[in-house]
């Protein structure tokens, strides 16, 4: 069975989404914690919670969103935007999160996301693997990096990495179908790894889609957003689930 996670990415404790990660694109859907709640009241188990403010200021900024959802009960969250220390990332467990997210500091500084992965647990421990033109973008997807994805996963394989949400940019909030190719050929070169599914989801089918390739989880935002997929299609998975 596939588990369908639900975004919610926040920019000034508003829930937003953008287009190809361009903060100039962005478009308001209203308080996060209404979201959290529709998800929850759903069947919802687990919400995916994108910092946008903290990407961009490498620290978290939106903590206080975070708290209000955890303090429903009623969600799992996994949370990224702005990790890039230690202290960033005790901070992101202690307002609630279940799982952290990190991206930059993974490509950035690997020995120090290797060693937070020893600390911390690969259970805790979720790489953003985000793709911009076959490259790992970074720094709230304004830079890319020189490591190309494949290469990226590769450095983490020793330490026991499990967990990966892979975005292809290109596809994110666009609408467009997500890139298939690549999940496949990341799942049949990493077996050992999960790989979350996100961008590009336009339609119900699209999930099924994904289920039938075998991927265990595909994170869906501005398809929902934009009433391309219902709450109601959304709940059949959750119910089943």
Not at 4 to 31: E, M, N
Not at 50 to 78: Q, T
Not at 124 to 137: E, M, P, S, T, Y
Not at 189 to 208: C, H, L, Q, W, Y
Request: negative net charge; charged residues 25%; contains cysteine.
């Amino acid at each position: 069975m596939i588990e369908v996670i639900p975004a919610i990415d926040i920019i000034d404790g508003r829930c937003v989404r953008l287009s190809q990660g361009d903060y100039g694109r962005s478009k308001t859907y209203g308080d996060p914690l209404d979201m959290a709640k529709a998800f929850a009241d759903a069947g919802a188990s687990r919400v995916h919670l994108v910092d946008l403010d903290g990407a961009k200021a490498s620290s978290p900024a939106n903590l206080a969103v975070l708290e209000k959802i955890a303090s429903l009960g009623a969600l799992r969250s996994e949370w990224g935007g702005g990790i890039k220390s230690a202290q960033a990332l005790r901070s992101v467990f202690d307002a609630g999160a279940d799982w952290a997210i990190v991206g930059s500091i993974a490509a950035l500084e690997p020995d120090l996301f290797a060693q937070w992965l020893q600390a911390f647990g690969s259970e805790k421990l979720i790489l953003g693997a985000d793709v911009k033109n076959a490259r790992i973008a970074v720094k709230g997807w304004l830079e890319e990096s020189a490591l190309g994805i494949e290469d990226l996963l590769e450095k983490f394989r020793p330490c026991g990495l499990v967990q990966v949400i892979c975005t292809d940019i290109s596809k994110d909030g666009m609408l467009c179908g997500p890139s298939e190719e690549m999940y496949t050929q990341l799942k049949t070169r990493f077996p050992e790894m999960e790989f979350t599914v996100s961008g590009g989801i336009s339609k119900n089918a699209d999930i099924e889609r994904i289920k039938e390739l075998g991927l265990p989880r595909v994170i869906v935002g501005k398809a929902f957003y934009e009433g391309r997929i219902t709450l109601k299609e959304l709940a059949k998975w959750w119910q089943n689930a």
